[in-house]
DNA sequence: CTGTTAGCGCTTTCAA
DNA sequence: TTGAAAGCGCTAACAG
C-alpha cells in the first residue's frame, strides 16, 4: 500500500516549529536567520520522515515547475533524435530539472494540442527542436516565453530567438581538408547535390553550408570537383545510383565526399560493386557520424553532427537567468577512421 | 509580453456564475444538472477569454496530473527506443495524457534521483523501460504504484507486474520457416549465438527464446544446423567474424539465420568479400528490422521488433481503469524483403 | 439548478 | 528568530 505522502506540515510538528520555519530551512533561505537548532531539527524531521515536496503545490505559489517542455517534429526515425534528447537528460538532471516530451509530426493541428498540453503544465521554458537543420516560424503561441531553438534558427528576422545548430560550414571545409591533405588533387567527386536542399533554408540550413565549405577548400587550394551526383533524398539508394552514375563516367573518381553518411553506405555498395576497394582505390568522406561510419568495412572518415552536445547546450541556454539571442554553432568533430588514403598512383 | 494566464475565476466573471458552475461545466459533469443557458454561458466565456486550466491546480485537488512518467535505461544508443516513444507518445497524447521522460543510464543513484523527481511531480503511472529484452527487478521506491514493464519482465515472481515484450519464440518459428519454405534444408547456419544471453534472463530474454523457436522450426522438419558461430556482442563486426569462420568450413552454407540485423549487416560483408551473393548464393535472414535492413542489397528479411505498437501498448495498459498483471507478448510480423531464394543447384 | 465554503501543499508577507 | 494567516487555481461537499 501507497503510504500517505508526507507534507510539510508533518515535518513541521514532528520537528515542532512551524511551517514557516520548516518551509525557509528547507529551501536554504538565507536572508532569514535561523537558529542552527531549528535547522537541524527541521533537517531531521525531514530525513525521518523521508519528506519530498510537492511540485505542484510549490509551483501553484512560485510558477516555476523545474520542468522543461521538449517539442520536436519527429523523435522517432533517426538515432540522432535520441542523442539530442540524451544530452538534454543529462543537463537537466543536473540542474534538477524534468523534461517533459512531444512530437508534433510536422502536424500543426498537434503541434497545437502540444504546446497547450505543456503551457497548462506550467512548464518554465520550451526547447523546440527540428530533425533536420532548418530555418522554422515557431507559433506564436510560444512568443514571449524562455525557449530555446535546436538544430534550428528563427526564420523571423524581427524575432531573433537563441538557437543551437551544427557548424556545417566548417565541417564542410574540414572534409574537403582532409582529402587535400592526404594529397587528392583529381578525381574529387561530389554526392548528393539537391538544389532545393542548398536553396531552402526552410529544407534544410546543412547542405547549403556543407557544400559552401566544401568548394571554399577546393577553392582555396585551386582543385574543382571532377564530377557531381544529384541526389532527391539523401538516402543509402540514391548514394548507391549516385555513385554509380559518377562510375560510369570516362575518367575513374579517386575520392569521394559524400554530404551525409546514408549516402556514403550506398556509395560503398556500389564502390565495392564495381571491384573497386575503399580506400585503397577511391577515398570516402562523409558526415554525420552515423552508427553506419562504425559498421562499414574499412570505417568511414565522417564529420559528426555533435546531437548530444546540442541538446546540452539547449538546456542549459534556457536555464540560465539571463534571456539571450545567441546563434550558436557547435563545431562538427572530424572522426577519423580508415576510409582516407593518399591517391593510389596505377 | 506574456498576458497573465486566464483563471477559472476570470471565467465565472464573465459568464456571470460562481466557480463550482464553471468549472461543473468545463469538466463535462453529468452528474449534476446545468440549465443550458449556464452551460451556454460558460463555454461561450471559456471561449473567448481562451481558457486554460491549470493543471497544477487541479492536481492538487484530485491528485490526478494527466501525466506519466517513461523511465528507461538507454535512450539514445538505437533507433528502437525512439520507436518505443514514440508508440507511448501517440498513445498519451490520444487520450490526453503528456510523458515526462528520465534516462538512468543503468545507474543507481541516477535512477533513485530520477524516479523521486517524478514522483515530486505526482505522475500518474510509470512506464518502466529496458532497452534489452530482459527480466528486471523493479526499486521498491515504484512498487503499489501503477506500473508497466516495457520490453522487460519482473524478475520477482511473488510480485508479477504488468508487462510488453516481443514475442521472440513466434519470430524464431516464423524466421527458420521462412527458410524451410523456400526448400532449403542442407547447409543452414546460424550466426550469434551466445551462452550468458541465452542462459540469463537478466541479460536477454530475446536470445534464447529466439532460439528456441528456431531449434522447433527445424526439429518439426528433421533439419539439423549445419553450423554456429558464436558472437559475444551482437554488433556487425562479430557478424562478419562470425561468418568468415562459418565460411572456412569444408561445406558452404546455403542460408544463414542471424539472430539480429547488425549480425547480418556483418554477415553481409564477409559473404560479399568471399565473392558470394546474398539470396543467389546464400539466402539471409534476421530478427529486428532495424533501418539498416532495407538499405542491404539485397533488403534483408527479417522478423521486425514491434516497439511502436509496444510503446503504444504500454500507455494504454497503464491508463486503463482496472489494474491487471497482464504479460503479453507482441506478435514480431515477418518483413519479408530480397535475401531469401530457393537453394542454389550448383 | 447554483453558490458558499473549505482545503489540496506550499511559499510569503507581516507581525510578534 | 519564529509563527499566523493569506492565497496560488482548482474541485468537491454541502447548503440553499
Redesign the interface.
Known amino acids: ?2 503510504r500517505k505522502r508526507v507534507t510539510l506540515a508533518d515535518v513541521a510538528d514532528r520537528a515542532g516549529l512551524s511551517k514557516t520555519t520548516a518551509s525557509m530551512v528547507l529551501n536554504g533561505r538565507n536572508d532569514v536567520r535561523l537558529s542552527p537548532e531549528a535547522f537541524r531539527r527541521v533537517l531531521a524531521a525531514a530525513e525521518e520522515l523521508g519528506y ?6 510549490r ?2 505559489r512560485t510558477s516555476k ?1 523545474a ?1 522543461i517542455a ?1 517539442v520536436s517534429d519527429i ?5 540522432f ?3 539530442m ?2 544530452g538534454a ?2 543537463a537537466a ?1 543536473e540542474h ?1 530539472h ?6 508534433t509530426q510536422g502536424d500543426e493541428a ?1 503541434e497545437q ?2 504546446i ?7 512548464v518554465d521554458g520550451m526547447i523546440y527542436a527540428s530533425m533536420a537543420t532548418r530555418q522554422l516560424s515557431v507559433p506564436t503561441s510560444l512568443l ?2 524562455p525557449i530555446v531553438l535546436l538544430n534550428a534558427t528563427s526564420a523571423d528576422p524581427e524575432q531573433p530567438l537563441p538557437s543551437i545548430r551544427p557548424d556545417d560550414g566548417a565541417a564542410g571545409y574540414a572534409v574537403a581538408m582532409a582529402l587535400l591533405r592526404s594529397g587528392h588533387r583529381e578525381g574529387i567527386v561530389l554526392v548528393g547535390r539537391n538544389e532545393l536542399k542548398e536553396r531552402d533554408p526552410r529544407v534544410s540550413l546543412a547542405a547549403g553550408a556543407r557544400l559552401e565549405g566544401i568548394t571554399r577548400a577546393l577553392a582555396e587550394h585551386g582543385v574543382a570537383l571532377a564530377g557531381e551526383a544529384f541526389c532527391e533524398e539523401w ?3 540514391e548514394g ?1 545510383a549516385g555513385m554509380r552514375r559518377l562510375l560510369s563516367g570516362q575518367s575513374r573518381p579517386r575520392a569521394v565526399i559524400c554530404l551525409n553518411d ?1 549516402l556514403a ?2 556509395a560503398y ?1 556500389a564502390l ?1 560493386e564495381a571491384g573497386l576497394h575503399v580506400a585503397d582505390d577511391v577515398s570516402v568522406v562523409s558526415f554525420d557520424d552515423d552508427a ?1 561510419a562504425s ?1 562499414l ?1 574499412p570505417g568511414l572518415s565522417t564529420a559528426a553532427l555533435p546531437h ?1 552536445q546540442m541538446g546540452r547546450a539547449a538546456v542549459e541556454l534556457l536555464i540560465q537567468p539571463d534571456q539571450t539571442t545567441e546563434q550558436r554553432l557547435t563545431p562538427m568533430p572530424l572522426i577519423t577512421r580508415a576510409s582516407i588514403a593518399a591517391p593510389s598512383t596505377d
Chains 1, 2 share one sequence.
Open positions: 500500500m501507497i519530498r515536496p510537492n511540485v505542484a503545490a509551483s501553484l515547475t520542468t521538449f523523435v522517432a526515425t533517426t538515432r533524435a535520441g542523442d534528447i540524451r537528460l543529462d538532471r534538477d524534468v523534461l517533459l516530451i512531444a512530437e498537434i494540442q502540444a497547450e498540453a505543456m503551457l497548462d503544465r506550467q514571449g516565453r538516402q543509402p539508394e548507391y546514408r553506405f550506398g555498395q565495392t553506419l559498421w568495412r548530444e
